[in-house]
C-alpha cells in the first residue's frame, strides 16, 4: 500500500509541560508511542512525515526518513503547530499528543520553597489546540484522539463522537487502556471501525482510510 505520493502529514505525539514554577511542571503519561508507530508506517507508505514529538519513552527517538521536531512545553507545541501548519501544505494533521489540559492560573517565576507547610495552586483551563486545526486549510484532513484510559466501549465511543463533533474533525480515534488491555475505535463522520486491540492493527486501519481520503 501507497498513500498518494509525497504527500505531507504532520503528527503530534507524547506529553506536554506546563510550568508551575521555575523548576516544577505538570505533565502526564503519554509515552509517544502511537505517534512514533503512525510515522513509522505513514513513511513506509510514501507520505513525508514531520513528527512533533513531546517528553516521553521516546523523546529522543529517530525514524530515519521522518522529520521530527521536539517540544517540551505547551507554549512551544502551540507554537510550532502554528509555523508548520502556516507555512507548509500539509495534506493530513494527526493530533495524537496528550496535551495538557490545565495549567496555573498564575506562573511564579521563582523557585517556590520546599519549607511550606501548604502551596495551593488554582488550575485553569489551557487552549484546546485541536480546536483550531481547521482553520489552515479546508481541505486539510484533521485526525484527533481521544483517550479515556477506563472507558468501556459504550462511553469510549460516544466520547470519540462528541470530540469529532466538537472539533469539527474528519477522523477520530477514541481509545482507553481499560484493565491494561488496549482498545481503540477509529469514527469518522460516515461510521465507525474496530474495535483495535493493538496500536499497530488501529494505525493499519488508520493509513487505509486516509488512503481513500487523499485519492
Not at 55 to 82: A, C, Q, T, W
Not at 104 to 109: D, F, G, M
Not at 164 to 187: E, G, M, P, R
Amino acid at each position: 500500500m501507497k498513500l498518494v505520493t509525497k504527500r505531507r502529514v504532520l503528527i503530534t505525539a507524547g506529553s506536554t509541560w506546563v510550568s508551575l514554577d521555575k523548576v516544577r511542571i505538570i505533565s502526564n503519561t503519554a509515552s509517544g508511542a502511537t505517534g512514533l508507530i503512525l510515522a513509522q508506517q505513514l513513511k513506509e507508505s510514501g507520505a513525508k512525515v514531520t513528527l512533533l514529538l513531546g517528553p516521553g519513552d521516546y523523546f529522543k527517538s529517530k525514524i530515519p526518513g521522518v522529520r521530527i521536531i521536539n517540544f517540551r512545553y505547551f507554549s512551544e507545541l502551540k507554537r510550532i503547530l502554528n509555523s508548520e501548519l502556516g507555512k507548509q501544505r500539509y495534506s493530513v494533521v494527526i493530533h495524537s499528543a496528550a496535551v495538557a489540559d490545565y495549567r496555573p492560573e498564575q506562573i511564579i517565576k521563582r523557585k517556590v520553597s520546599s519549607r511550606l507547610s501548604n502551596w495551593k495552586i488554582n488550575l485553569v483551563p489551557t487552549e484546546k489546540l485541536i480546536c483550531s486545526l481547521n482553520k489552515y486549510s479546508p481541505a486539510l484532513i484533521t485526525v484527533g484522539f481521544k483517550f479515556e484510559p477506563d472507558a468501556r466501549k459504550d462511553k469510549l465511543i460516544e466520547r470519540g463522537g462528541h470530540l469529532l463533533k466538537q472539533a469539527n474533525l474528519d477522523i477520530v480515534v477514541a481509545n482507553s487502556n481499560k484493565n491494561k488491555h488496549y482498545q481503540a475505535f477509529i469514527l469518522g463522520k460516515s461510521g465507525k471501525c474496530g474495535p483495535f486491540l493493538t496500536k499497530h492493527k488501529m494505525a493499519r486501519c488508520l493509513l487505509k482510510i486516509l488512503e481513500n481520503k487523499l485519492k
